[in-house]
């Protein structure tokens, strides 16, 4: 199978959370030696713009014109790898980098997404108790939220409903409490309780069959680090109990990978200033570099 190279876009942007930390990722992973370890050229670190604590008013969402403005930026960045060939590694960041990768797909053609995220991250402004982006990415890039959001030069949705697969989610507590809409009947949905009885590597294949109809040029992977069991991962901001294991992670990867047909991956969420003793990051590079190999195929 031919391969394609890798190339590495920092993207370390804030602009979806309250606190900060998260922007400390792209580092940490480097430092970790993921892409010499990956083979991965660097092409280049987008600054974020600055962040206003107060979410606006209009669309009840920290940041919004800011994510507004700088999705399409990060989009022309994702872009520019894919135009060289090779196949962007995203390291954010928050959640809300997702906008700018599924923009730059979009603008291409139609592609699907497979987001594994300890959160289904699909609540609307009206609900997420601190006006989160992060929280509510899945929602805006398939077209549910305010305009500013998910109009992107006016290309509303950036991944069609049906075209998602939601992958690994367990925060089913915090979106009964805070009364999170659910998720659209179209978008194929696999929790973290369908993932433990299928096993994760079927239900991984299953995903793949729904991500590589006819119809799709092709499909996006985002990895929240919060997928991780928070007994491995407490270096994310927002923790719920259980998760993947390593090995597990690793394993749905290398199932949607060895398909040829992923082209691009994004990584968020983990916060280095919560990693205490390091060993969070150092897994995460690990199963990184474990799962992704020295090139992508093709």
């Known amino acids: 199978m031919p391969t ?16 900060d930390g998260v922007e400390g990722l792209p580092d940490r992973l480097l430092e970790l030696g993921l892409a010499d370890r990956i083979h991965a050229r660097r092409a280049g670190r987008l600054a974020a713009p600055p962040k206003d604590p107060t979410p ?20 022309d960045a994702v872009e520019a790898v894919l135009d060289a060939g090779d196949f962007p590694v995203v390291l954010g960041g928050d959640c809300t980098i997702l906008l700018g990768s ?12 497979f987001f594994i995220d300890g959160n289904a991250d699909f609540f609307q402004p009206e609900a997420e108790p601190n006006g989160e982006g992060a929280s509510m990415d899945l929602a805006f890039v ?39 809409q659910p998720l659209p009947a179209g978008l194929s949905a696999y929790d973290l ?22 119809e799709l040029d092709g499909f996006f992977i985002h990895l929240d680090a919060d997928c991780l069991d928070d007994a491995v ?11 993947l294991s390593w090995d597990e992670l690793a394993a749905a990867l290398r ?15 983990y916060n280095p200033r919560l990693d205490l003793d390091g060993s969070a990051g150092r897994g995460l590079a690990d199963v990184l570099a474990s799962a992704l190999g020295t090139a992508a195929p093709a």
């Not at 890798?6 to 606190?19: M, N, R, V, W």
């Not at 606006?56 to 989009?75: R, V, Y």
């Not at 599924?102 to 997404?113: E, H, K, V």
């Open 102 to 113: 599924m923009l730059a797909l979009r603008r291409r053609g139609r592609y699907g997404l």
């Open 233 to 243: 991962m407490p270096a994310v901001d927002f923790r719920v109990p259980g998760g």
């Open 255 to 269: 199932i949607v990978l060895a398909s040829g047909k992923a082209v691009g991956l994004e990584v968020t969420i």
């Open 56 to 75: 606006d008013p209009e669309t009840l969402t920290l940041n919004a014109k800011a994510i507004a403005a700088w999705s399409p930026e990060l989009a």
């Open 193 to 214: 309780h369908a993932v433990r009885r299928l096993g994760v590597e079927a239900a991984a294949r299953a995903a793949l069959v729904h991500l590589t109809r006819a």
């Open 142 to 180: 398939t077209g549910y939220g305010p305009a500013l959001l998910t109009e992107l030069e006016g290309r509303r949705p950036l991944v069609r409903p049906e075209d998602a697969v939601a992958f690994a989610f367990r925060d089913h507590e915090d979106q009964a409490e805070f009364g999170s």
């Open 4 to 19: 394609r190279p890798y190339a590495i876009l920092e993207a370390p942007s804030t602009l979806g959370l309250a606190t």
